[in-house]
């Protein structure tokens, strides 16, 4: 019997390996404006690990 | 570290580290509960007493519960170790220098009088004013000559209100549209706004214009009402709502958000998010206040309870209107697990005072909004780039590992420590946390968490 299932997400390990181009936007966390946290952001780095 | 909690019917594991998330049964729950702290013996035994008497939890089943789990640590999606933390400042220190968003704030004055205002009816506790187009013009060159080789560069237009502004506001988009592809740009700009002077010249250039348009309503007539008032003290709400709804209308699917503030007035918040829904929005955005502890808008402890059921609620409501095929969006719940940032993002905090910074109406530079008006915090000016190199580094050094707090929250790679103007005004640093908030920003998570598994799993399981 299986106990546990698994969502499919993307390795933040892993994703330090090619990481950090700075393409995404600014995350804004202020709830003044529309608080944008890092979580609901999209990745733009072209040269992301492939899983 | 892991995180685990129970909602909506539903055991979810988060191993934060990795970014696993995992749904299980009650025996699985129990035991990826004890099993750092205990050996296997102990963890089956007391696992075993729990479920003594349900004849499905056999010792067999806890063994291969127990393998389950010893898989995915091995495979280090359970239990992953943090080693983040040396990376913490890599963003930034490789970015630095770069300006990639700019908040321009194009009127600070305001044609509506909301007692709530973070930003003093739009006049940042100074003096009304409105952008030069020439200052406007400097700004975003002075965006475009630091951005290095970041490709978007965002722009707000924030107020007050700027369409008050709004010739500057279209001469400045064009401005900008001329230069960027000799720049090698691409400008995203978002206009916030309180809709009091939409008219269809204003529809047809956000509707071209703008990536994104915000759009303020704050729910309920009786509560927008409440606080969205002229300076004769009419509300606002009959006079905004069908230019909202024509602007959606046109806007043809690009992106908008209807955003609303909630305060001690309304910590019942989801019925404003129905009244969204009723009037035909679907993309749709809901903040607590921002304001001193002391000003009757303020949520109150008392608020907490209603306002974390509020969340539960609406990630209900949204699971089942998009089973039902009527789907919304709430954006404080959107979240990709799949393509979201990456661990530098992650950790690195938000790019106030570096990557972002707010211009005033005469082109001096803080590092956000918030700060405007707080001549502590100025860090230059659009001519002469950051002079105050002493308040830019404290925002610098920003990160996930520079806040005490943040260390062992299990939230922090899901909000990257943050926001650095509501940590000043709750603790008088920008490394401290603002608590109350960070209550609301986990309940959101653990909600945004499960609309993504149900998203997944629907019905399956």
Redesign the interface.
């Known amino acids: ?13 892993e ?2 390996k ?3 181009c ?24 072209t040269q ?1 690990e492939t899983k | 570290m892991t995180h685990q909690y129970k909602l909506g019917g539903r055991n979810i ?1 988060l191993d934060v ?9 009650d ?2 729950y129990d035991m990826i509960a004890l099993f750092e702290a205990h050996p296997k013996a102990e963890v089956l035994r007391m696992t075993a007493e729990k479920y003594a008497g349900d004849p499905e939890v056999t010792a067999d ?1 806890l063994e ?2 127990y393998s ?2 010893e898989a ?1 640590r091995d495979a ?2 359970l239990f ?1 170790p943090d ?2 933390e040396p ?1 913490a400042g ?2 930034k220190a ?2 630095a220098g ?1 300006v ?2 700019l ?1 321009l704030h194009v009127a600070h004055t305001c044609n509506l009088n909301c007692s709530y205002c ?2 003093s009816q739009g006049k940042y506790h100074g003096e009304r004013a409105v952008m030069s187009f020439e200052v406007g013009k400097r700004a975003l060159d002075f965006l475009v000559e630091n951005s290095g080789t ?3 560069l ?1 722009v ?1 237009f ?1 107020g007050g209100e700027p369409l008050l502004n709004f010739d500057v506001v279209k001469q400045l988009v064009a401005y900008a549209r001329g230069i960027e592809k000799d720049a090698k740009k691409n400008f995203r700009f978002t206009l ?1 706004t309180n809709g009091m002077l939409i008219d269809d010249d204003v529809i047809d250039f956000a509707n071209r214009e703008m990536h994104n348009v ?1 759009l303020s309503l704050d729910g309920r007539k009786e509560i927008h009402d409440r606080f969205r008032v002229d300076y004769a003290g009419r509300g606002s709400w009959d006079t905004i709502v069908p230019k909202f709804q024509k602007l959606v209308e046109a806007r043809g699917g690009k992106n908008y ?1 209807i ?1 609303g503030t909630f305060t001690h007035a309304n910590p019942d918040f989801l019925r404003d998010i129905e009244t969204m829904l009723d009037l035909g929005f679907t993309e749709l ?1 809901m ?4 304001c001193a502890a002391d000003d009757p808008s303020a949520l109150t402890q008392d608020d907490l309870p209603v306002v974390l059921r509020q969340y539960e609620e609406l990630a209900d409501l949204m699971i089942r209107r998009r089973k039902a095929g009527k789907p919304f969006t709430f ?16 950790i690195s905090g ?3 005072g570096t ?2 910074m707010a211009v005033t109406p005469w082109g001096d530079l803080y590092p ?3 700060f405007v008006g707080d001549e502590a915090f100025r860090l230059g000016d659009i001519w002469h780039g950051v002079t105050n190199t002493a308040v830019q580094s404290e925002f610098a050094a920003c990160n996930v590992y520079a806040r005490p707090d943040c260390r062992d929250c299990w939230a922090k ?4 420590g ?2 650095a ?2 940590a000043y005004h709750a603790t008088g640093s920008v490394r401290g946390v603002y608590k109350y ?1 960070c209550e609301l ?1 986990r309940k959101r ?1 653990e909600c ?1 968490i499960l609309a ?2 149900e998203a ?2 629907g019905d399956d ?1």
């Not at chain 1, 019997?1 to 390990?13: A, D, E, F, P, V």
């Not at chain 1, 700075?22 to 780095?45: D, R, V």
């Not at chain 2, 580290?17 to 049964?25: K, L, N, Q």
């Not at chain 2, 790679?413 to 990257?416: E, R, T």
């Open positions: 019997m299986k106990h546990i299932q698994t969502i499919k997400t993307r390795n933040l390990c994703s330090a090619n990481g950090g700075g393409e995404c936007q600014t995350s804004c966390q202020s709830a003044c404006k529309t608080s944008c946290g890092i979580a609901n952001q999209a990745c733009e780095n992301k | 594991v580290c990795s970014g696993a998330v995992h749904v299980v049964d025996a699985a089943e291969e519960c389950q789990i995915l280090g999606a992953t080693t983040f990376m890599d963003l490789k970015t770069v990639k968003a908040c973070f930003a970041r490709r978007n965002e707000d924030f916030t915000v958000y955003r955005s903040e607590p206040v921002v954006y404080h719940y959107m979240i990709d697990l799949t393509a979201g940032p990456c661990i530098y993002k992650r938000c790019g106030s990557e972002y956000c909004h918030q790679l899901y909000c990257s943050g926001c103007a509501n908030g920003f998570m945004a993504a598994v997944e799993l399981a």
